[in-house]
Structure formats: C-alpha cells, structure tokens
C-alpha cells in the first residue's frame, strides 16, 4: 500500500540523549515536511525538504535536525539541544506542488523523562 | 503573516446534531484551504479541500465553502455521529508559501454522545 511509514510509534529517551525518528514514504513525493504537535494544540513546522539533498528550517528548527540523502525517507533527529521535546511528532509528503494536498504519516510518540 | 483561527473546543454534541466548526484566516492573496480530522492517537487524514474562492469542498457528510469576502471556511456536518468524535484542524497553504507549507488553526476538539 503507498503511504507514510514513522517508526517508532512510541520512544521513551533520557535527558540529554539524541533520538532519531524515522520517516518513510513511497508515494513518489518529492516534498517532506516534519511537523510537531503538543497536546490540545495545532501543529508547527519544524523542518521540509522539497527535493533531496536540500531541506530547509520550519519555524521551530532550534535544537532539530535532519537529512534528505534520498527522496523517500526524510529522518527527524531530536539532540539534547531541544528544551521541551516531549510531544507528537508527524511527517508529511506532497507533491511539493501548490494547492496538492499534504499528507501525513500515523506519528511518532517521544517522552524524554 | 499568515495564520488560521479555528472555535476553541471541545464541542459536545448528540448523536444526529448539527455540527458547525468556525473558520477564519489571514493571507496574502488566495490561499488554498483545507480541513483535516485526527482520531485520537492518530495521524492527520485529509477531510476536505478547495482551493479558490467559491469552491465547496465536501467528504463523508461534512461540507465548508472558501468565502473570500469574510476569509472563513467554516465547516458542517448535518448530523453527526459517535464515529465523528475526533480533532479537526483548519489549515491554509498560502500562494507561493515557502516549500507549499501548511499553516494550521489550532484545532477543535469534537465529542458525539449516543
């Protein structure tokens, strides 16, 4: 079935270790996006790529990383350098063309205790 | 710049009850428009769409229309159901917006009681 894939579902992390959250899609998008969303609220934009090897910094990219080295997979790196990042992390895809619809994978869990 | 301002929730209703989600937003030109829904502990799934003024997007039941003269697209359902219990987003994607991202309304919590 053509669709999103994010691994892991749920993450539990210690204070200060990195993490990496793993998008994959096999709709022949060229566009991803990483979205983070905190509870009872709407969704922000960390990171998007809009053709491989080129992505570009969302509106709360601090303390996030990521690489786009092939056009299906878009990984997400949490670092020790994000304050708060326990939420609900979730990856899209389009066509990377104006008015095409976004669509989103099933999400990823983190809880950094 | 751009942004989205969605009714706060949570929004109960009964079973086969009339359901309107308020709408409103600020762009540059004339975005294109989008409702998502997320059932709990899920992803986003696209629920309905248009993309210039007039356009009636609908999808299971549920309807919103782009009015550019007031900038909503409120979105309605004529009777809803238990199943319909879910988070919805409003969402804009701006003309020209860097990497056609979406800017999203903060979400409107719906619970439908049998």
């Known amino acids: 079935d053509g669709g999103i894939t994010q691994s892991p579902k749920y993450l539990f992390r210690k204070e200060g270790q990195n993490v990496t959250l793993s998008c994959e899609q096999n709709l022949n998008h060229d566009a991803m996006y990483w979205y983070r969303q905190d509870p009872g609220q709407g969704l922000r934009l960390i990171y998007y790529?809009?053709?491989?090897?080129?992505?570009q910094k969302g509106d709360i990219a601090e303390g996030y990383s990521v690489s786009r080295e092939k056009k299906e997979s878009f990984p997400l790196t949490v670092t020790s350098a994000q304050k708060n990042p326990t939420a609900f992390y979730l990856c899209?895809?389009?066509?990377?063309?104006?008015?095409?619809?976004?669509?989103f994978g099933e999400g990823s869990w983190l809880t950094v205790v | 710049g751009d942004s989205v301002t969605q009714m706060e929730g949570p929004v109960t209703l009964s079973e086969e009850a009339f359901l309107t989600i308020n709408c409103t937003y600020t762009a540059t030109g004339y975005p294109s428009l989008f409702w998502y829904v997320q059932y709990p502990g899920e992803g986003l799934q696209l629920l309905l769409k248009a993309t210039k003024a007039d356009d009636k997007g609908s999808n299971k039941g549920f309807e919103a229309t782009y009015r550019k003269e007031t900038t909503s697209f409120h979105l309605e359902k004529g009777s809803v159901q238990v199943s319909d219990s879910a988070v919805y987003f409003c969402?804009?994607?701006?003309?020209?917006?860097?990497?056609?991202?979406?800017?999203f309304g903060g979400g409107t919590r719906v619970l439908v009681k049998p």
């Open positions: 790529s809009q053709i491989v090897n080129d992505f």
């Open positions: 969402a804009l994607q701006a003309v020209k917006a860097a990497g056609n991202k979406l800017t």
């Open positions: 899209a895809s389009s066509s990377g063309r104006g008015g095409n619809t976004i669509y």
